[in-house]
Antibody, heavy 117, light 105 residues
């Protein structure tokens, strides 16, 4: 079965970048777009961007173009999202979500990022 | 960017009551998807491509709509349906509605 494994939490100092991981299993990693979605506490969902693992083609929400960098490691079937210069506004749960038929068909459990000194 | 406006933001229904949640798009979209999220868990795909039920979704749920107006309907509210529901459109950049919190009355 499709699984997307994410660390439960990350504590980040303001201004220090953080790289979040999403390890995929149960399907052909290079066949589907991988998305990242942000959810601030008590708030709605924001699409950050997506990457196709076969060739690393990336499509980013322009709102996050200076904040998020998406990469993949095909050898370990892992997708990554690096957040640069985090501030308190970046404290949120970040989900990876695999595309399927144009919607987010499978979701990871999310990583809670806390930006704090 | 297409803005999705859901209404109501919060609603409560009695068990057995019919529930309708609407999602209005700022521009016409071809497809709308819906997700269910319960507290402390990841969103789950619920209805995709306007009206197709995701795996495991009870038949009391249905979706409809076109253009700029879409809806999710529960024919008969059950306790397990209490959750937050989000709509999502599939044009770039993907956007979500603000969510509708459905509670039991």
């Amino acid at each position: 079965q499709v699984q997307l494994q994410q660390p439960g939490a990350e504590l980040v100092r303001p201004g220090a970048s953080v790289k979040l991981s999403c390890k995929a299993s149960g399907y052909s990693f290079t066949s589907y777009w991988m998305n990242w979605v942000k959810q601030r506490p008590g708030q709605g969902l924001e699409w950050i961007g997506m990457i196709h693992p076969s060739d690393s083609e990336t499509r980013l929400n322009q709102k996050f173009k200076d904040k998020a960098t998406l990469t993949v490691d095909k050898s370990s079937s892992t997708a990554y999202m690096q957040l640069s210069s985090p501030t308190s506004e970046d404290s949120a749960v970040y989900y990876c979500a695999r595309m399927g038929d144009g919607f987010f068909a499978y979701w990871g459990q999310g990583t809670l990022v806390t930006v704090s000194a | 960017e297409i803005v999705l406006t859901q209404s109501p933001a919060i609603t409560a229904a009695s068990l057995g009551q019919k529930v309708t949640i609407t999602c209005s798009a700022s521009s016409s979209v071809s497809y709308m998807h819906w997700y269910q999220q319960k507290s402390g868990t990841s969103p789950k795909p619920w209805i995709y491509e306007i009206s197709k039920l995701a795996s495991g979704v009870p038949a009391r749920f249905s979706g409809s709509g076109s253009g700029t107006s879409y809806s999710l309907t529960i024919s008969s509210m059950e306790a397990e349906d209490a959750a937050i529901y989000y709509c999502q459109q599939w044009n770039y950049p993907y956007t979500f509605g603000g969510g509708t919190k459905l509670e039991i009355k």
